[in-house]
């Protein structure tokens, strides 16, 4: 687990508490106005009988089969964001809204059943094909929209269909002329058709089951926080070189500052787009870049301030060339 700092007033009570006795709600916490503006932009796109129920749970999710939404309860409280922020990478406004409404795709499948029907497989593939965890995108492939980070669209049909719909719903997202001639197109357009065709229909399935809710939630916020993660395998990484070739800059000059901050400053930047543009699962790079900043910590290495853009790509490159190598290889490094 990572280290969380509980010197600050409160945060101790705040960890021993189950989370379930938090008493946490949308309603009136920081995320009901991106769950009203999620509403309306559905009523912008004249569906005016689809209002996904949105919940409080451990994770972003929409059940399979389940017409609703789960968004991670640490949002609903300025308190847990601030530990989110510590221990992970708080989603910022933008990210949030990008969830809503690749979550509310896969709501929308599931209270119209769409992805019964013989079009919608002719169109995004097997609804039943097996989920992939470590799913090997091609990229820049123009058969899919782009909405998530890592190819995200190419991981299922059920995934290709929420995407689609996202892309679809984003206000001045432009997708008519920004994917003209991509084989993402078809998909595009039929969104937009079944939009027009079910914007007054009352859905299948008006209701659905949620998973665990915040209320279910009978650990305590420490013991969410210590939640065992896979271990990446970082055995074969040799950085010592390429590291003091990135961060060269004399200590003596006035400008230079340790290397390990610049990137600790610079991390979620990073992650989020090698995460965009490698397809690398998140996990994997964020456990890389931590290892990365302690092995520039313990070589003492500096970053020159004038020099910031500079040391930016240089880092960025070689994390997404490590990414790929592992992709391609199952390794970082190939001997």
């Not at 910022?92 to 969830?99: F, K, L, P, Q, T």
Request: hydrophobic share 35%; glycine share 4%; aromatic share 12%.
């Amino acid at each position: 687990m990572h280290e969380i700092e509980k010197s600050r007033p409160g945060l101790q009570e705040l960890l021993n508490k189950p989370i379930r006795d938090l008493g946490l709600k949308i309603e009136g916490s920081p995320l009901q106005r991106f769950v009203q503006q999620l509403y309306r932009e559905l009523e912008q796109k004249k569906l005016m009988k689809f209002r996904p129920l949105c919940y409080l749970t451990d994770e972003w999710g929409c059940p399979s089969g389940e017409p609703v939404i789960g968004i991670p309860f640490y949002l609903a409280s300025p308190d847990l964001a601030h530990l989110e922020r510590e221990v992970n990478d708080l989603e910022d406004a933008r990210e949030i809204m990008m969830y809503l409404r690749h979550e509310a795709g896969h709501a929308f499948n599931y209270a119209y059943k769409l992805h019964r029907t013989p079009e919608w497989r002719s169109i995004f593939g097997p609804f039943r094909r097996p989920y992939h965890d470590n799913y090997r995108p091609i990229p820049f492939s123009r058969n899919y929209v782009r909405h998530l980070a890592g190819w995200y669209a190419q991981k299922h049909p059920d995934e290709d269909f929420a995407e689609t719909f996202a892309v679809w719903l984003t206000p001045r997202s432009a997708w008519a002329k920004r994917y003209r001639g991509w084989g993402a197109m078809a998909k595009l357009r039929y969104m937009n058709r079944i939009a027009k065709q079910l914007g007054n229909v009352d859905p299948v399935r008006r209701r659905g089951q949620t998973d665990i809710t915040v209320d279910e939630m009978e650990s305590t916020v420490a013991e969410f926080y210590q939640r065992t993660s896979e271990e990446v395998p970082l055995s074969d990484l040799a950085l010592d070189t390429d590291l003091r070739d990135i961060f060269d800059a004399s200590k003596r000059r006035k400008t230079a500052w340790p290397a390990h901050d610049f990137l600790h400053a610079q991390r979620k930047s990073v992650i989020d787009k090698v995460a965009y543009w490698t397809g690398a699962q998140r996990p994997l790079i964020k456990r890389l870049i931590e290892v990365i900043e302690k092995r520039i910590e313990e070589l003492g290495l500096f970053a020159d301030s004038k020099r910031e853009p500079e040391h930016l790509i240089q880092i960025t490159v070689y994390v997404t060339a490590l990414a790929m190598n592992y992709m391609a290889r199952g390794k970082f490094v190939h001997p």
